[in-house]
């Protein structure tokens, strides 16, 4: 790289200094070949047949559908810039791709995938070292965007109807990921120790979580009339749960209509109710049981969200002392302020009795029926009533 030129950037403006590694001048010292189950020697040995290899591999070890679905979109936009077989791949290739990726201002994110896609399928599957003296993009140490308790509810307070405010309130409350929070199942509920099941993508690992008390009534009336195998936040066909595009356009809907400034997300919500938990006296152990964090120095980082209780600033001792200088006494100590009770988490009770919400067929009967159609979103009032009044001006 030129020392004269301007010095690339990831997108985001982050300087890029190059795929070497500080142990470049060796090779590691792990020996691939005994895992290899790829023979990358045929030349003619082309990228069909070669992604139906990986992809047999990567669903032997138990790779989910979106992860195959990245090693695919990888390998394919490697293919596509380098024209060059399976074989014949070389470390200059794999570092000229990478280079390729940041002069096209991708993120230090999608680079770093691309790193361990390639060194995943073509060293430890191929039983190469082509990707042995790369360097992973470091992540950059951002604190995350956490909300105050009266930003928060402010946007459970503008979610429009009662499945909104239901689904916003248990990803705060009870700090779920987007995905989680759409395939919740009433059996996934305890109502009599008010608690919450929740399952990993693999099923291979589930955690408890405690029911915020706001929303134990709403909860209750719904396991007494829906079929415990239904997703409690149904998407638009039969069986299937909501889309976390969905959810993402719910809780975008919602801050718009408030004047919060911040960058908020779904994870957002997480964040906060982690930093949360922490300032109300929560141990950084059951924080990190919550969230479902195999590692503590995960939980930590929101340690540093939380300012110091004992520091406090010393320009407003300057003018204390100097007015106490002014009069001839000693300057007073701060009175800590006692603090609000807690209010309410919504603008006002959930109840479904006011709320006509179309879901299934008009047909169907029974309780559950009648309350998912109450449950439901409204979508055609909400997002084809400006059209159809649009049309009957017309």
Known sequence: MSGTGPVPCYAGGRPYFGMHSASSD?????????????????PE????????????????????????????AVL??????????????????????????VAEHYSWNWVGMNI??????????GGQTVTS?????????????????GEVRQILAAATTTRDQLLLGLMYGCGLKVGEACRIKWD???????????????DTRSRLLDIPPDLIPILKMGCSRCPGEDYIFQGRHEGAHLSTRMVQLILRSAVKTTDILKTVTCMTLRHSFAVHCLENGGSTRAVQEALGHKSIDTTLIYEDCILPCHVRSPLGLLR???????????????????????????SEPLSIEAIALPFRNESSSGHASEFQHLLHTHILGRFLGKRRATIRAG
């Open 26 to 42: 060796r090779a590691r010292p792990r020996d691939c070949r005994h895992d290899r189950v790829i023979a990358l020697t045929s």
């Open 45 to 72: 040995l082309g990228w069909t047949r070669f992604w139906e290899i990986i992809s047999n591999q990567l669903g032997r070890r138990d790779y989910s559908e979106p992860s195959q679905q990245l090693y695919r």
């Open 133 to 149: 003296q790369l360097a992973t993009p470091k992540r950059p140490m951002h604190l995350p965007e956490i909300l105050s308790p």
């Open 116 to 125: 361990s896609v390639l060194r995943t399928v073509f060293d430890k599957l």
């Open 320 to 346: 204390e002392r100097n007015d106490a200088e002014s009069i001839g006494r000693e300057p007073r100590e701060a009175v800590a302020d006692p603090g609000q009770p807690a209010r309410m988490l919504f």
């Open 188 to 202: 996934d509920l305890d109502m009599e120790g008010h608690t919450l099941r929740v399952r990993y993508a693999r």
């Open 76 to 101: 394919r936009a490697f293919y596509r810039r380098t024209q060059c077989a399976p074989a014949s791949v070389t470390a200059d290739i794999i570092r000229n791709h990478l280079n390729g990726l």
